[in-house]
């Protein structure tokens, strides 16, 4: 079980620049007008051989004066729904604010694990000025720079305490399969049909499911795990920003399992949210079908279905290499080719290649078409083996790993591919030092 740790806050105090230090990368826009933060906010951090997801809540505040504090109530209550670590980020220079108050009152009630972080503390006269911020009754208090890094180090020992023991739940090796989507592509339905009973409460408003629920699914010679993403709460206000809660909520369900349905609603298509669900998937290097989902209400002509899955994959390239299957939760239609396809899915996940054989095929395809020289350096690449990963991941072996590019990597993925059928699975390359 992936742990999530979610940073909330009022504007401005340095959430993501946190964010972008944990995460080691400079995902996010970091500029000094608050209200920036629009990306896509989710991200891996790992400490001390523990790894867990890190989101910025940040980004998906609406900047406008009259919703603003409503809405960060809201995210922070979403957010202790959704993590099981909370950063609460505090800025030394404005001391303790109202807004900070009403966090704080939210926070201490839900009873989770929260570090209190005073940002901005780079000098002795800030470090004594932090001290006010023991007043709000945290157990935690970490005093940090996130611009220059100090502090950060304690900051992760925290966190990385702050984490449960693993419950261990008697949970079988059998696939465990998730259905996500965008709120009302008919992810209950779907999980209904599949089940033959109303399993979970559906009512065709946005977000009425609200828990992630395992359920054993054992008939027709299938054996498996189904993990309902829990869908949204319902919309309150139209300025509500559902992209945030879908995205939180698709996280906990993605790293839940290992193969994902992604639901297309087929009237829709594909928007941009089900990309950024897409990228979810593959950043956790799970598998994934891609159900277009409302299918009986399409206007059908001879070319349909092709014409509808080549739009499907232009959307989500470069990774194409996945099935698509047409559905109806209502009619029932082909819902068993999506359970067959996942479990097709599944085992190619699992697919182990013998060193041997990897070796004699992508030695020849490389002899074909080398890396291009780089600075007049050649690059010799000597070996290839498949990782002991839960997924397709392989190390090549050569002299200058730092010059082989992504477009040579991405022609390396693309021999394996046609090699093997890794359909629906994101596979990763490692060029590593002979």
């Given at each position: ?219 027709y010679g299938y054996d498996f795990y189904l993990v309902d993403t829990a869908g949204l709460r319902k919309k309150g206000k139209v300025t509500e920003n559902l992209e ?191």
């Amino acid at each position: 079980m992936n742990n999530i740790v979610a940073i909330v806050g009022r504007p401005n105090v340095g959430k993501s620049t946190l964010f972008n230090r944990l995460i080691e990368s400079r995902q996010a826009i970091v500029d000094g007008v608050s209200g920036v933060t629009r990306d896509r906010h989710y991200g891996k951090c790992e400490w001390n051989g523990k790894e867990f997801s890190v989101i910025d809540t940040g980004g998906y505040v609406l900047n406008s004066d009259d919703i603003f504090e409503e809405e960060i109530r809201k995210q922070v209550l979403l957010a202790i729904d959704e993590s099981d670590v909370i950063i609460f980020m505090v800025d030394v220079t404005t001391g303790i604010t109202d807004m900070d108050d009403s966090v704080t009152e939210v926070l201490r009630r839900s009873g989770k694990k929260v570090v209190l972080v005073v940002n901005k503390v780079d000098n002795i006269q800030r470090h004594y000025d932090a001290n006010i911020f023991y007043s709000l009754g945290f157990d935690n208090l970490c005093m940090i720079s996130s611009i220059n890094g100090s502090g950060t180090g304690e900051l992760l020992d925290l966190i990385v305490e702050s984490f449960q023991k693993p419950i261990s739940e008697k949970i079988e090796d059998i696939p465990k399969i998730a259905v996500i989507g965008r709120p009302n592509v008919g992810k209950s339905s779907l999980i209904n049909a599949f089940l033959g009973e109303e399993r979970n409460i559906v009512t065709p408003v946005a977000g009425t499911t609200r828990d992630s629920i395992f359920t054993r699914y054992n008939k027709y010679g299938y054996d498996f795990y189904l993990v309902d993403t829990a869908g949204l709460r319902k919309k309150g206000k139209v300025t509500e920003n559902l992209e945030f809660y879908s995205v939180m909520r698709s996280i906990r369900a993605i790293e839940n399992s290992d193969i994902c349905m992604l639901l297309i609603d087929a009237k829709r298509g594909v928007e941009a949210q089900d990309v950024n669900i897409m990228n979810l998937i593959q950043r956790n290097n799970k598998g994934v079908v891609v159900l277009v989902n409302k299918w009986d209400l399409i206007e059908k002509e001879t070319k349909t279905v092709k014409i509808y899955t080549e739009e499907i994959k232009k959307k989500f390239s470069p990774f194409v290499d996945f099935p698509v299957v047409f559905t109806s939760a209502i009619t029932k239609q082909r819902i068993h080719k999506a359970l067959e396809t996942s479990i097709k899915v599944y085992e190619n996940r699992k697919r182990r290649i013998s060193t041997s054989k990897l070796n004699d095929l992508m030695l020849e395809a490389i002899n074909k078409y080398h890396p291009p020289a780089i600075k007049g350096k050649f690059i010799k690449i000597k070996y290839v083996t498949q990782l002991p990963t839960a997924y397709p991941a392989f190390a090549f072996f050569c002299n200058l790993p730092q010059y082989v590019k992504e477009p040579y990597k991405r022609y390396l993925e693309n021999q394996i591919r046609e090699a093997f059928d890794y359909n629906g699975v994101p596979i990763k390359i490692y060029l590593r030092n002979k």
